[in-house]
């Protein structure tokens, strides 16, 4: 169970994980062990799933983003979808109810990348059809949310 201390730490993390537990405890009013303690259980629990930088992935090459709709046969969407997942320029994938039984966020380096995967994906047995937005302009993405 995650209670409120777990969540101030959590939160001091999502705005710099370079912190150290002395750091953390001192913000909180802690001792520098239960900080430890707190954030061995998050891990254990998986409710903290790493430590990873933010990047500004425009900066690193990749100027396309893409969301991809995909039908696929009821029977092998499980399987289409870790497929998928397996892909290196694939963000998210999500299981969805609607026009579409999942969604891809992806993000390539130009044209002929997303092109190359697109086909890739209808080769994939038991995809139907996939259905393919271009962001224009990423206005936010950012998966830090209030805890």
């Known amino acids: 169970m995650v209670d409120e201390l777990d969540r101030k730490i959590i939160s001091i ?10 750091e953390i405890a001192k913000k909180l009013g802690i001792a520098v062990g239960t900080v430890y303690n ?20 425009s900066k690193l090459g990749y ?45 390539f380096r130009g044209r002929e990348d997303m092109n190359k995967f697109v086909k890739k994906l209808l080769r994939i047995d038991g995809v139907e059809k996939t259905y393919t937005h271009v962001a224009m302009e990423v206005v936010k993405e950012d998966f830090t949310l209030e805890v």
């Open 13 to 22: 993390l999502q705005k710099d994980a370079r912190l150290s537990y002395r």
């Open 38 to 57: 707190r954030l061995k259980k998050l891990e254990e629990e998986k409710v903290i799933l790493g430590f990873t930088p933010k990047l500004d992935y």
């Open 63 to 107: 100027d396309l983003t893409t969301i991809i709709g995909v039908r696929a046969q009821g029977k092998r969407i499980i399987e289409i979808e870790r497929e998928i997942s397996k892909d290196p320029h694939v963000a998210c994938v999500y299981d969805v109810t609607g026009e579409y039984d999942i969604i891809v966020i992806a993000k």
